[in-house]
């Protein structure tokens, strides 16, 4: 044996057993070598084996009990030595009592196959990145291949004939039983490996050689050449080096039931011509016997592998498809993508977003807008053409690869899938019972074939989209010097989404002061976002994003807990502000949106009249209905909607006496003109008379200067906001500045 201390080997080797192991099998080379090794029938050479048998049975033990993850072969190895001792010390004691015989090849034959099914598992096992519990089909299959060598065997030796065809059946089988589990055995050690990556590991051609090794050995006692037992000691020595070498560390790969499927296969075509050979001559029953028994358990192997094979092919597919509309899913595109780019292939990426698809979402629910987006998904299939592919990216987006014909140019195969599309979602859906037109904007990036990673491909072609849906084209190429920063703007996109639940939305509270008195009776609530690298972001930075990518839900809920939440606490401490919060145009078409600031002021324990809710009156306008309905519904929970930018947008005065409006908020562009500008004083003058007329309160926003509050003052303005008061301050300092106010006003009174 090699020296413990080498670095090939375990640390810790008991070298005093190693050596043992190696005398015990030279011993028995040389007697199983030597003219002598029939004295005493034998008896002496079985004795040698036997504590050959158990001083590897020992290390084995030792071996087991050491940590690592592929000790359950090591104590199948050991149980499985232990067991051939046992075979080994009957056989020597019925040789000691009736002389040498073939009695003696029946205990071990027995011993051999008991151990079968644990080394077999134990290799299987070993291969194989979970270790922790058998298939039993993997056994079922290892017993199957053993039934059908025996089968094969039998049929060629009654064939044949020969010395074993003529002695005794329960001298035979058992011995041709253990060849055969030898052989599959073998069989086994020489191919797994290879499957699963373990051939980059000495110890498992150190096993292959034991196993090579006992199967010769086996064959040549059985048929009574006792040389054999030499190559039965040096397939021990071989066990044992393997059990003592240090692991070489390889990544497992894990196994499909492919590989399984193809031993299946085998066992099953050799039991099968087994049977037809028998069935066309007269042969032995034992073949026929093992040939059936094999062919039926190679056969429910085979069909637990197609089982597992049917859930593995299901699983790959639904990590690869889109659930709703059984289109490619974000992986599957960019996997296409990424193959057409290492073939060179010039291509058309295009990513396309429905237009005003929340609106149907929410207006006619979710399964309506479900039944748009798979409507959808197959008007989109006719543009297609054939090697193309489309994939839905999430909500209402979509993908389309498209590769460029030879001969032609990508700007010639971008043209032809704009015209497709248009052509293709002209006519209108029908949804819920309603019929509906889709808009998209489509942005498209030409790729002539050169490498790029497929993800910048998606970006280039989301950037171009984002655009389409700002700007308001239905199509938009991407550009590099437009759209470059796109991938900043998604990360953006995506560090909000996490922002938005994350906490880092601040409020700044801007004062609204009282024009006849100075007392503050109000603030507006202005969001920030605390970003944690840019820092506070203002909303310009964001909003639109949200807006455009589906945020804005989350944003106002958020924005109004807090709001809310901060009034409260004002309300409780004997502050009675007022606080209004803005609402984006999605927000006015979620009709869930009244019953959740219900549920909010009843939580915080607000009256209702202490929110007010700005809408402006674009987003009023573009959707009158359906914004309409939720707007009622808030100013019947008792809130105060007020129009934002009052005068920027087309509303007339007439219009607004018809909605539950009770405040209206005059735009900067006026308050900022109002000294210089004789026609925007004229407008402002009688929007304030109008609006008191209809019972409207009138709040000035963007105030900078006293010149421009008193003249609003002699207007009758109701309220004035802007940085002439204060700019929108963070919750504790905007209370320092009340604090500071009061006292000035108690000492302009005193
Ligand atoms: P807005 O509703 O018109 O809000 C007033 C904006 O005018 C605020 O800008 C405020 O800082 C600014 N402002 C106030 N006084 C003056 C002044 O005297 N002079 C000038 N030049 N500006 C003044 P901010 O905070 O940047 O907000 C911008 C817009 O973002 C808001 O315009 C509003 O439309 C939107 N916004 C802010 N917070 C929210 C929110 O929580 N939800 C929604 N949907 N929109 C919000
Ligand atoms: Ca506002
Ligand atoms: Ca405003």
Redesign the pocket.
């Given at each position: 044996m090699p020296a413990a201390r080498s670095p090939q080997l375990l640390a810790g080797v008991p070298r005093g057993l190693a050596c043992t192991v190696g005398v015990l099998a030279g011993a028995q080379v040389a007697l199983a070598l030597s003219p002598g090794r029939e004295l005493a029938g034998g008896v002496v050479l079985l004795a040698l084996a036997l504590a050959l048998q158990l001083a590897v049975a020992v290390l084995l033990v030792w071996r087991a009990r050491r940590a690592g993850d592929d000790r359950s072969l090591w104590q199948r190895l050991a149980i499985a030595t232990g067991l051939v001792s046992g075979g080994l010390a009957t056989a020597t004691a019925l040789t000691a009592g009736h002389g040498a015989g073939a009695a003696t090849t029946v205990p071990l034959a027995v011993a051999h196959l008991a151990a079968f099914p644990l080394v077999y598992g134990g290799m299987v096992l070993w291969n194989r990145d979970s270790t922790a519990v058998a298939d039993p089909s993997d056994t079922l299959l290892g017993v199957a291949a053993v039934l059908a060598v025996v089968a094969v065997t039998d049929t060629v030796l009654g064939h044949v004939g020969g010395g074993l065809a003529t002695a005794s059946w329960w001298q035979v089988q058992p011995a041709l039983a253990q060849t055969a589990a030898g052989l599959v055995l073998l069989g086994t050690a020489a191919t797994v490996p290879f499957i699963s990556g373990m051939s980059r590991d000495p110890r498992a051609w150190w096993l292959t050689a034991a196993l090579a090794a006992q199967v010769v050995a086996g064959t040549a006692v059985a048929t009574g050449h006792p040389q054999g037992w030499a190559a039965a000691a040096v397939g021990a020595c071989c066990l044992c080096v393997a059990a003592v070498r240090r692991p070489t560390p390889v990544p497992r790969t894990t196994t499909d039931p492919s590989t399984t499927t193809i031993g299946a296969f085998v066992v099953l075509i050799a039991s099968t011509v087994v049977l037809v050979v028998l069935a066309l001559c007269d042969a032995g029953a034992t073949a026929a016997w093992c040939g059936g028994i094999a062919a039926t358990g190679a056969g429910i192997r085979l069909l637990l592998n197609v089982r597992d094979l049917a859930q593995l092919t299901q699983s790959r597919r639904e990590a690869l498809t889109d659930d709703l509309t059984g289109l490619a899913n974000r992986r599957a595109v960019l996997r296409r993508v990424e193959e057409l780019c290492v073939q060179g292939t010039p291509l058309v990426v295009g990513v396309l977003d429905l237009d005003k698809f929340k609106e149907v979402n929410d207006g006619l629910g979710h399964s309506a807008g479900d039944d748009l987006l798979r409507l959808v998904a197959q008007r989109l299939q006719h543009v297609l053409a054939t090697g193309d592919s489309l994939g839905r990216l999430g909500g209402d987006e979509f993908a389309l690869i498209a590769q460029v014909a030879p001969g032609t140019s990508p700007a010639d195969r971008a043209a032809a899938l704009d015209r497709d599309l248009q052509h293709w979602m002209a006519a209108p859906f029908e949804v819920g019972g309603l019929t509906v037109h889709v808009a998209l904007s489509l942005g498209l990036t030409c790729h002539a074939g050169a490498p790029v990673p497929p993800a910048a491909l998606l970006r280039q072609a989301d950037a171009a989209m984002y655009d389409a849906k700002r700007s308001g084209s239905r199509v938009v190429h991407y550009e590099a010097d437009r759209h470059g920063d796109s991938s900043g703007r998604l990360a953006l996109v995506e560090e909000l989404r996490a922002g938005v639940l994350g906490g880092e939305l601040v409020?700044?509270h801007?004062p609204q002061v009282d024009v006849a008195t100075g007392r503050t009776v109000g603030v507006?609530?202005?969001?920030?976002w605390a970003h944690p690298t840019r820092g506070l972001l203002?909303?310009?930075e964001f909003?639109p994003l949200a807006e455009v990518h589906g945020l804005?839900g989350p944003?106002?809920n958020e924005?109004l807990a807090q709001a809310v939440a901060q009034a409260a606490t004002w309300h409780r401490a004997g502050r009675e502000l007022r606080v209004s919060?803005?609402?984006?145009a999605s927000?006015l078409l979620d009709t869930g949106l009244p019953q959740r600031v219900a549920d909010l002021l009843r939580a915080h324990a607000l009256p209702p009249s202490a929110l007010v809710l700005?809408v402006?009156e674009t987003v009023l306008l573009s959707d009158p209905e359906r914004s309409l309905a939720v707007v009622a519904a808030l100013a019947d929970l008792g809130t105060t909607v007020s129009i934002?930018?009052f005068g920027t947008g087309y509303a007339s005065l007439t219009y607004l006496h018809q909605l539950p409006v009770a405040e209206l908020?005059l735009?900067?562009s006026f308050t900022?003109d109002l000294l210089t500008d004789a026609r925007a004083a004229a407008i402002v003058a009688s929007t304030v008379r109008l609006a008191h007329q209809l019972g409207l309160r009138v709040v000035a926003?963007?105030?900078?200067d006293p010149a421009t509050l008193v003249h609003l003052r002699a207007l009758e303005c109701d309220e004035s906001?802007?940085?002439?008061h204060s700019?929108?301050l963070p919750a504790a300092e905007l209370e320092a500045w009340l604090a500071v106010r009061e006292r000035l006003r108690a000492g302009v009174r005193a």
């Open positions: 409020l700044h801007q507006e609530a202005l969001v920030r203002q909303p310009g909003l804005m944003l106002t924005v919060v803005n609402l984006s927000n700005e402006t934002d930018d908020k735009d900067r900022a926003e963007g105030v900078e906001q802007g940085f002439l700019p929108p």
